[in-house]
């Protein structure tokens, strides 16, 4: 009976120290497991802080010109951009009657883009891809040497035949309403002049770090 009293004891002694070596490496486990999480979550906020510093060095009007979005925003810092455009109103018609062309058009900023004609032939060269933006200076009533994509503007007289068109818009401070004209309102050639001329720059005092404003 006294050797298997021992015995008894000594598989229980076995059976305490199994569990308890089984426990001490669960919780070596879970200690390295917490260590390791921990150890990414610093590994993740420097990282982040890091990124952060760089994204605050970069160049604003950069970024917006790049990005072309009203906001743009890097972890919790952000930055408002503007975009500017030669339409103040985007047409979405062929014929456009204005009495100030200011109301539709950043013509003063974009005069450079501008080409001045007093006949038909003085036309540029345009299109879909590159159209072109027209002021006429004098009336008009003839036939287009070729199809025209862009843009007219003219405070006379104008009126179009012949087997060429215009594809784009016609803005006029005089009654040029016709029904017969040769224009056609084209999309993608509106696009392609906003797409052209349109700039994006950083809207001053719209940054934004942890909702303090900065300058």
Partial sequence: ?????????????LLLLSILFTLLFITKDDMLSEKKITHNYHYQYLNNNFNLIIDLKRDENILCSQLQKEKIQFLNYSFNCIKKSFFIKKPTKSYIEYQQIRQYLNSDDYKDNIYLISKL???????????KIVKVLDDIDGELPNHFYGIIITDNYFDIKGRYNIYGVLYSSYDNKRKERNISYKKEVIENIDNQLSSWSYLSHSKSLLSNEID
């Fill in 1 to 13: 009976m006294r050797y298997f009293f021992y015995g008894n004891v000594s598989i229980l002694s």
């Fill in 121 to 131: 032939d003085e036309l540029p060269l345009t299109s879909i891809d590159n159209p």
